[in-house]
């Protein structure tokens, strides 16, 4: 069940990351669309990495530190997870939650995809506006 969850969890990022990329843009420029299409990427792909976090979690491997984590319950779990996706997808890193074993890997990802977007939406526009 869990590589089912799994697996519609990375197809979802994916087909969202997909329209960044595949997508005739409607607007040539900075707008309010762009706006919102970004903000409801980074969403998606915050909550869609917490519940990779939790999966992992779930099947016992190692996410984070599990000294200061380890009373919480499902909820404050998920929401701790949330936390930790957001600061790694937008490279804040505060330290307070340090991954460790498969964490580290999907923390990386993480972190290498919240980095790239805003370079590809700019080498994008410019290959759009370069076409005109």
């Not at 779990?77 to 936390?83: A, G, H, I, M």
């Not at 590809?120 to 290959?127: H, L, N, P």
């Amino acid at each position: 069940m869990t590589a089912v969850i799994l697996s519609a969890v990375v197809f979802c990022l994916s087909m969202s990351l997909k329209g960044l990329f595949m997508k005739e843009p409607q607007h040539r420029y900075l707008s309010f669309h762009y706006f919102v299409y970004f903000g409801f990427l980074y969403l998606t792909l915050m909550i869609g990495f917490a519940l990779i976090y939790m999966l992992l979690h779930m099947n016992g491997h190692a996410v984070w530190a599990e000294d200061a984590y380890s009373h919480l319950g499902f909820w404050e779990r998920f929401f701790t997870s949330l936390y930790f996706s957001g600061i790694t997808l937008f490279s804040v890193g505060y330290g307070d939650i340090v991954p460790e074993g498969a964490g580290r890997w999907v923390a990386l990802i993480e972190a290498w995809t919240g980095y790239t977007i805003p370079t590809a939406f700019v080498v994008r526009t410019m290959f759009e506006k370069q076409g005109q």
